[in-house]
């Protein structure tokens, strides 16, 4: 059985920093795809960042150039940090898992539908 478990959100202001962490654990296979999404309330899920085990990364245009997603395959945890936070970025995350997933390109989709396993979330708040 997956679970995965997101911690790191909190409460900070316009231009700050957070780092998030998702530890997985029951992964069978070593061929993954992990992700952060985003949710906030009557809006659709929007994936925030991929990664795929062999490192293929992929992030949304929103998010570019501030988020970096990571991973310690050692430690079986994804990280998102988060850098120049905008009150736009206020949202429950979730980290997801795609797992198995055997991609050739090593990308792995940002489509929530495609992931089979998902944590609790953990609420990220940004205020101006």
Same mark, same amino acid.
């Given at each position: 059985?997956?679970? &995965?478990?997101?911690?790191?959100?909190g409460?900070?202001q316009?231009?700050g920093? &957070?780092?998030?962490?998702?530890?997985?654990?029951?992964?069978?296979?070593?061929?993954?795809?992990?992700?952060?999404? !985003?949710?906030?309330?009557?809006?659709? !899920?929007?994936?925030?960042?991929?990664?795929?085990?062999?490192?293929?990364?992929?992030y949304?245009?929103?998010?570019?150039? !501030?988020?970096?997603?990571?991973?310690?395959?050692?430690?079986?945890?994804v990280? &998102?940090?988060?850098d120049?936070?905008?009150?736009?970025?206020?949202?429950?995350?979730?980290?997801?898992? !795609?797992?198995?997933?055997?991609?050739?390109?090593?990308?792995?989709?940002?489509?929530?539908?495609t992931?089979?396993?998902?944590?609790?979330?953990?609420?990220?708040?940004?205020?101006?």
């Amino acid at each position: 059985q997956v679970q &995965l478990v997101e911690s790191g959100g909190g409460s900070v202001q316009s231009g700050g920093s &957070l780092k998030l962490s998702c530890e997985a654990s029951g992964l069978t296979s070593s061929a993954n795809c992990m992700g952060w999404f !985003r949710q906030v309330p009557g809006k659709e !899920r929007e994936g925030v960042a991929s990664i795929h085990s062999v490192g293929g990364i992929s992030y949304a245009d929103s998010v570019k150039g !501030r988020f970096t997603i990571s991973q310690d395959n050692a430690k079986k945890t994804v990280y &998102l940090e988060m850098d120049g936070l905008k009150p736009e970025d206020t949202a429950m995350y979730y980290c997801a898992a !795609r797992s198995p997933y055997y991609s050739n390109s090593g990308v792995c989709s940002r489509n929530f539908l495609t992931y089979n396993n998902w944590g609790q979330g953990t609420q990220v708040t940004v205020s101006s």
